[in-house]
Antibody, heavy 118, light 106 residues
Framework: QVQLVQSGAEVKKPGASVKVSCKASGYTFTSYDINWVRQATGQGLEWMGWMNPNSGNTGYAQKFQGRVTMTRNTSISTAYMELSSLRSEDTAVYYC???????????WGQGTLVTVSS | SYVLTQPPSVSVAPGQTARITCGGNNIGSKSVHWYQQKPGQAPVLVVYDDSDRPSGIPERFSGSNSGNTATLTISRVEAGDEADYYCQVWDSSSEVFGGGTKLTVL
């Protein structure tokens, strides 16, 4: 069965960077895009960007341009999202989600809580 | 940037029909997806491409899209349907989510 398993919770200081991993299993990793979506407590879903694991091509939401980097290691079917220059407003649960082309995000990771606090 | 507008809340009695709207400029020309999110859980895709259901999603969940409004319809609402619901579209090289609607089952 398809699974996306994310790394554990992180606590970071303002100005630091965080790197969240998303390990895929149950399907061919390079056949589907990986998207990253975040959600602050009590707030809605916010899309951050996508990555094609086959080519490594990426597309980022304008809000995160210059601060986010999405990469992958195909040998271990794992995608990564790194967010830099963290501020308190970046405190949120970060999700990876498999993009099924024009069919939405059909599988999601369990979420990773990133807390930014001095 | 493209904006999707959802009502903050919708309430419905068990067994009745819930309709959750998602407004956007000419949204009828786009493919709309809907997600259900229960507290403490990741979102779950319940309708994709306006009106298709992923496997395992009950037939009670259906969708439509025309003009400036897309609608998620939940028939014969059950207590377990109480959740937040989000619409999503792709526009100008970005995914866009609606603000979400909290469905309360009375």
């Amino acid at each position: 069965q398809v699974q996306l398993v994310q790394s554990g919770a992180e606590v970071k200081k303002p100005g630091a960077s965080v790197k969240v991993s998303c390990k895929a299993s149950g399907y061919t990793f390079t056949s589907y895009d990986i998207n990253w979506v975040r959600q602050a407590t009590g707030q809605g879903l916010e899309w951050m960007g996508w990555m094609n694991p086959n080519s490594g091509n990426t597309g980022y939401a304008q809000k995160f341009q210059g601060r986010v980097t999405m990469t992958r290691n195909t040998s271990i079917s794992t995608a990564y999202m790194e967010l830099s220059s963290l501020r308190s407003e970046d405190t949120a649960v970060y999700y990876c989600a498999r993009g099924a082309g024009s069919s939405g995000f059909d599988y999601w990771g369990q979420g990773t809580l990133v807390t930014v606090s001095s | 940037s493209y904006v999707l507008t959802q009502p903050p809340s919708v309430s419905v009695a068990p067994g009745q029909t819930a309709r959750i709207t998602c407004g956007g400029n000419n949204i009828g020309s786009k493919s709309v997806h809907w997600y259900q999110q229960k507290p403490g859980q990741a979102p779950v895709l319940v309708v994709y491409d306006d009106s298709d259901r992923p496997s395992g999603i009950p037939e009670r969940f259906s969708g439509s899209n025309s003009g400036n409004t897309a609608t998620l319809t939940i028939s014969r609402v059950e207590a377990g349907d109480e959740a937040d619901y989000y619409c999503q579209v792709w526009d100008s090289s970005s995914e866009v989510f609606g603000g979400g609607t909290k469905l309360t089952v009375l």
